[in-house]
T-cell receptor, first 110, second 116 residues
């Protein structure tokens, strides 16, 4: 059973607009969440994280929001750039293990 | 610096070969990980080393044998692999041991393995 879900396999956004990537989880014991960006044939690159004691964390163009009651987090990228085109994985940490969602492929069009 | 290096970048091997994948980090991290990633799928955890000791083995077949010679190095020894083992093998490291809540893992670029 998937504990971390990214229900949108793909997302297409115009350059300069906002990209919103969503992630849902089922285990209320998760207390640390991360977003990774991945290009083909490369390893995932850490983007941003959030602890469950917070509801928002911001780093430059990237902001992660956490809604614990809904077991939902989202990654906002503003403004989106063509170089942001990649697969984005949401992950939750439990007992030192990272549990990944299935990924969302973001395409930012010029 | 959050660099994890992996060698080789690509590896092709037959089912009777023995080969090794190598991973190195010089960030002083005390936890290191092996993941396997198939196309269009998320990374799947294989092994975790914490302070050079194997702490998690996710029921990986014995044809995969991990080794942690020191705190900076992690090897994955391969023997008698099957074609379905072809995948991207990713190494990661994190600053502290398993169980620490906010322990971010940093990934290497991976080794693309093809088993013929």
């Amino acid at each position: 059973d998937q504990q971390v879900k990214q229900n949108s396999p793909s997302l297409s956004v115009q350059e300069g607009r906002i990209s919103i990537l969503n992630c849902d989880y089922t285990n209320s014991m998760f207390d640390y969440f991360l977003w990774y960006k991945k290009y083909p044939a490369e390893g995932p690159t850490f983007l941003i994280s959030i602890s469950s004691i917070k509801d928002k964390n911001e780093d430059g163009r990237f902001t992660v929001f956490l809604n614990k009651s809904a077991k939902h987090l989202s990654l906002h990228i503003v403004p989106s750039q063509p170089g942001d085109s990649a697969v984005y994985f949401c992950a939750a940490m439990q007992g030192g293990k990272l549990i990944f969602g299935q990924g969302t492929e973001l395409s930012v069009k010029p | 610096d959050t660099e994890v290096t992996q060698t080789p970048k690509h590896l092709v091997m037959g089912m009777t070969n023995k080969k090794s994948l190598k991973c190195e980090q010089h960030m002083g991290h005390r936890a290191m990980y092996w993941y396997k990633q198939k196309a269009k799928k998320p990374p799947e955890l294989m092994f975790v080393y914490s302070y050079e000791k194997l702490s998690i083995n996710e029921s990986v077949p014995s044809r995969f044998s991990p080794e942690c010679p020191n705190s900076s190095l992690l090897n994955l020894h391969l023997h008698a692999l099957q074609p379905e083992d072809s995948a991207l093998y990713l190494c990661a490291s994190s600053p502290r041991t398993s169980g620490i809540v906010t322990d971010t893992q940093y990934f290497g670029p991976g080794t693309r393995l093809t088993v013929l």
